[in-house]
């Protein structure tokens, strides 16, 4: 059982940066793909990025390419995600999520979930 908390998001102005943390709980954490999510409000839940147990593989999806971070600390049993470059349509609870065995792109793929921390991005 792997129990996930997100922690730094906030209001911020377009070009600025906010670093996002996914505290994890539980044993053999280092053993999970991980990814974050976000879900804009009347949107679906889309990827945002993802990253492999020992941290060798990360994903993107297009819209952050160059802008966004994903790293993760087995030691703290914790993941981030560095923005920055944030843009008005990045506002959205942002949620990271992990899966017992590799990352994938697909929500419903993933066994745990955070209760998500809102991100508002103001022109």
């Known amino acids: 059982q792997v129990q996930l908390v997100e922690s730094g998001g906030g209001l911020v102005q377009a070009g600025g940066s906010l670093r996002l943390s996914c505290a994890a709980s539980?044993?053999?954490?280092?053993?999970?793909?991980m990814g974050w999510f976000r879900q804009a409000q009347g949107k679906e839940r889309e990827i945002v990025a993802a990253i492999s147990w020992r941290g060798g593989t990360t994903y993107y999806t297009d819209s952050v390419k160059g802008r966004f971070t994903i790293s993760r600390d087995n030691a703290k049993n914790t993941v981030y995600l560095q923005m920055n470059s944030l843009k008005p349509e990045d506002t959205a609870v942002y949620l990271c999520a992990a899966r017992n065995g590799p990352w994938v792109v697909t929500p419903a793929q993933y066994h745990y979930w955070g209760q998500g921390t809102q991100v508002t991005v103001s022109s």
């Open positions: 539980g044993r053999s954490f280092s053993n999970y793909g």
